[in-house]
């Protein structure tokens, strides 16, 4: 009886043993990770139309800030803040007393000057015709041409202090130097102004109105062709924009500057637009939009295919065994949702654009 129970109790363990080693034959091997669900999307190519930007200002094509050349007190305003001028209309004027009195004095001393110049000139003619016949000593014929020569740069010298104080009189009054609009006046009457220094006023033309902006060197030839382009004059090749709202009306290239910032390889290009409605003020910021016309047959995109990883733009790309790797794309433009891709990928290529939080180089996956 007690031979038979230890035989009971050794053989349970070594059937409990052959049960689990037959169990773990049936289990499956691991052969890799599982693979990813991904949505894919083919690299097409379309003809795009798409706007290159610029962030640019709104200038005026011709300005003057208004100060006075002499110093005194403002006697008079004429014209109201915001008005449209006219070229030579008067705009401030200047206490002219002094320069006045100072003018008047100057023309009395050229008189005197003049005066003495006839007498000196009648002198020495006299003189000089005495010694043609041995008349007079030789020495008063040489004092009387002195006298003349002296004379004469007196009245010289007292014309051109007439014509400076006659300048300043001049200069007390303030004339519009162009057609345009004037601003805000910066003086009142009676305020004390400082020749070369008080700013009075500043005047500017508006329409048309010019819109500044810098491009890359790269883009001047590309620039300089549709400067060269006669239709674009009338069409919308360039535009501008403050925030979602487009400006009506196109403009066209005014001028490409004359030469390249070394330092930061850039140059100035400036537009005109028409601006009858005075819509646009100097000063103002825009967008300077450019119609790209090298997007035909263009491979596009879709933007949520694209990583960024230190500064550089990547896909991934489909290759054999349903492995994917990552791609670096060069992109040349966003039309709305799509990419416009410069370099990096060909047509047809299948790109991953879902999924792609769980993908790394190399990894497996599937589609639906």
Do not use: W
Request: glycine share 6%; proline share 4%; hydrophobic share 40%.
């Amino acid at each position: 009886m007690t031979y038979l129970k230890n035989t009971y109790l050794i053989i349970i363990p070594f059937t409990a043993l052959l049960f689990y080693s037959c169990a773990e034959k049936k289990q499956p091997a691991q052969t890799g990770p599982a693979p990813v669900p991904v949505t894919l999307a083919t690299v097409a190519s379309a003809n795009t139309i798409y706007y290159d930007q610029f962030p640019g200002m709104i200038n005026a094509l011709e300005q003057v800030n208004l100060s006075s050349q002499v110093s005194g007190y403002i006697t008079g305003i004429y014209f109201h803040d915001g008005q449209q001028v006219n070229k030579g209309q008067l705009l401030y004027t200047i206490d002219a007393q002094i320069y006045k009195a100072n003018y008047d004095q100057a023309l009395a001393n050229l008189q005197v000057q003049e005066a003495n110049l006839v007498k000196a000139q009648k002198d020495a003619d006299r003189y000089n015709e005495l010694a043609k016949h041995d008349a007079i000593a030789q020495q008063q014929v040489d004092y009387a041409n002195a006298a003349l020569n002296a004379t004469q740069k007196q009245v010289a010298a007292a014309k051109a202090n007439v014509a400076s104080l006659r300048s300043n009189v001049q200069f007390a009054n303030i004339y519009a130097p162009f057609n345009g609009t004037i601003g805000i006046s910066q003086v009142k009457k009676g305020t004390a102004v400082v020749a070369g220094q008080t700013l009075l006023n500043t005047v500017s033309t508006n329409n048309p109105i010019v819109v500044d902006f810098t491009i890359d060197q790269k883009n001047i030839y590309r620039f300089v062709q549709l400067q060269q382009n006669k239709n674009n004059l009338s069409d919308s090749t360039f535009l501008i924009s403050f925030g979602d709202q487009d400006y009506p009306y196109p403009g066209k290239i005014n001028f490409i500057d004359r030469a390249v910032d070394p330092q930061t390889g850039t140059i100035k290009v400036r537009l005109s637009f028409s601006n009858d409605k005075e819509m646009l003020k100097p000063g103002m910021n825009t967008t300077v939009r450019v119609k790209n016309i090298s997007s035909k047959n263009a491979l596009v995109i879709p933007n949520i295919a694209v990583i960024e990883q230190l500064g550089e733009m990547y896909v991934y790309l489909l290759g054999d065994s349903s492995k994917v790797h990552q791609q670096k794309v060069d992109i040349e433009a966003q039309v709305g949702n799509q990419l416009i891709i410069k370099d990096g990928l060909k047509e047809g290529q299948q790109i991953v654009v879902q999924g792609i939080q769980n993908l790394h180089e190399g990894s497996v996956v599937k589609t639906p």
